[in-house]
């Protein structure tokens, strides 16, 4: 299958600090998702890239489809506790979303 | 609107046992696809469906079968469960070009 690099694994910071985050792939992908997932719950939906270089806001979430169609980035700005999970991109090509490992995000207040 | 039901949420299988984990959509969608979820692997695609009939495999379909007889209903067997098999299974749906709804997991224990 497809392999989707996603970086940092982890992060911990402090509350009100921005974060960023990547994905990139050896693969182009025709769209790009972002996805939050919390303890004991499937993953949610934060926003969806459909054109390379697209640039989209979520309230303090924004996410960039990549000029290479081979990468996208999220960033969080002014980080709050709730933010705590693990962020998920996804890439689609043909029918098939792929998925990568994933950021574990640790906020402390 | 209930989204992605997804039952059960846990379930212990000895090894050996068959069993169905069962997905259900209310929202219309062609594709339907069945995820697990292991520490440190993220998300590998089992099966997928884009449309009631037509099934294909995924990353992973050794030891799983599916059907797709209905748009809402996209069923996962397991044959024969093996503890290798022990994981957390998504279902999720979309429209085409869309994004996926998942729906909340079955913890599945093989013993």
């Known amino acids: 299958g497809q392999q989707l690099n996603q970086s940092p694994q982890s992060m911990f910071i402090q509350e009100g600090e921005d974060v960023s985050m990547n994905c990139t792939s050896s693969s182009i992908f025709n769209t790009w998702l972002w996805y939050k997932q919390d303890p004991g719950e499937g993953p949610v939906l934060l926003i969806a890239l459909y054109k390379a270089g697209e640039l989209t806001s979520n309230g303090r979430l924004t996410a960039q489809f990549g000029i290479t169609r081979k990468d996208s980035f999220l960033n969080i700005s002014a980080s709050i506790p709730s933010d705590v999970g693990i962020y998920f991109c996804a890439g689609l090509t043909g029918n098939q979303f792929y998925f990568g490992t994933g950021t574990s995000l640790t906020v402390i207040p | 609107n209930a989204g992605v039901t997804q039952t059960p949420k846990f379930q212990v299988l000895k090894t050996g046992q068959s069993m169905t984990l069962q997905c259900a959509q209310d929202?219309?969608?062609?594709?339907m696809s069945w995820y697990r979820q292991d520490p440190g692997m993220g998300l590998r695609l089992i099966h997928y469906?884009?449309?009631?009939?037509?099934?294909d495999q995924g990353e992973v379909p050794n030891g799983y079968n599916v059907s797709r007889s209905t748009t809402e209903d996209f069923p996962l067997r397991l044959l024969s469960a093996a503890p290798s098999q022990t994981s957390v299974y998504f279902c999720a749906s979309s429209y085409q070009g869309g994004g996926y709804t998942f729906g909340s997991g079955t913890r599945l224990t093989v013993v």
């Open positions: 469906s884009v449309g009631a009939g037509i099934t």
């Open positions: 929202m219309n969608h062609e594709y």
